[in-house]
């Protein structure tokens, strides 16, 4: 059965890193950089999933996990494979004693590693989350390491939707910034082109859009450099905006 308490302290981690990161991707590292900690579990580790039926890395822990992995992808053979691609778990693996996959098996021998473990979570129908772990000594036999492989795999499958929730916004957010840069870089162009021309907002407006098509530059960038010409220093972000923040 999951243990209650080292529930709660995976679920405490995740929660931090899932406030402090700046997209999934670091999220997904930040995660499984703790797992060794969360868990108890002294060892190598990676996350894996697949895109239309190709098999990838999100994070891993060392570079030997990883090119572990790799083996596996380009051998189409091994615990984390088989776990993306039929849905197997693979639990307590004795890389001494291991026949089924030769390749992988070897390699990974070769890498230091002598225990291994793949477990997944379902993410939605046909979309996986596997965690591959690599133990350099016998640890990863205990079916109680298995457990808690899979409780963080678990744990962390939950989390994900809100993560990718919040790059959305992220991006939203963005765009927003960028949008009202655009909009102020606009604005002050306008200011400029009616004083010079003694004209209209309208008007004004008309000039910066027709030397944006005669010039085939984007209304912003012609905005900018008029702008910039008239005062020799970049235009200004609008009001209370911190442009570092994008």
């Known amino acids: 059965m999951p243990d209650e308490a080292r529930g709660a302290a995976i679920r405490a981690r995740l929660g931090t890193a899932l406030t402090t990161a700046e997209d999934v991707e670091s999220y997904l590292q930040a995660a499984v950089d703790s797992l060794a900690e969360v868990t108890g579990l002294p060892v190598s580790s990676s996350l894996s999933t697949s895109v239309q039926g190709h098999a990838y890395t999100m994070a891993t822990t060392s570079r030997e996990a990883w090119q572990a992995d790799q083996v596996e992808f380009d051998a189409a053979e091994g615990p984390c494979w088989e776990a993306l691609q039929l849905g197997r778990l693979h639990g307590g693996i004795d890389l001494d004693e291991e026949r089924r996959w030769p390749t992988w098996s070897a390699v990974a021998r070769l890498l230091g590693f002598r225990s291994g473990v793949a477990v997944m979570a379902e993410l939605r129908p046909g979309d996986r989350l596997v965690l591959n772990c690599y133990g350099e000594d016998k640890t990863l036999l205990d079916p ?17 939707p809100v993560a990718l929730r919040i790059a959305q916004q992220a991006s939203d957010v963005h765009h927003l910034q960028q949008a009202l840069v655009n909009r102020s870089v606009i604005d002050q162009a ?5 004083a010079q021309n003694r004209c209209s907002r309208d ?23 008029i702008v910039e010409r008239l005062t020799g220093h970049p235009v200004a972000p609008p009001a209370g905006f911190n442009r570092s923040q994008d």
């Open 144 to 160: 109680a390491a298995v457990e808690r492989a899979q409780q963080f795999v678990d744990e962390l499958a939950a989390t994900l």
């Open 203 to 225: 008007e004004a407006f008309g000039i910066l859009r027709r030397a944006s098509q005669n010039r085939n530059v984007k209304l912003r960038d012609v905005a900018a450099a």
């Open 190 to 194: 306008l200011g400029v082109l009616m």
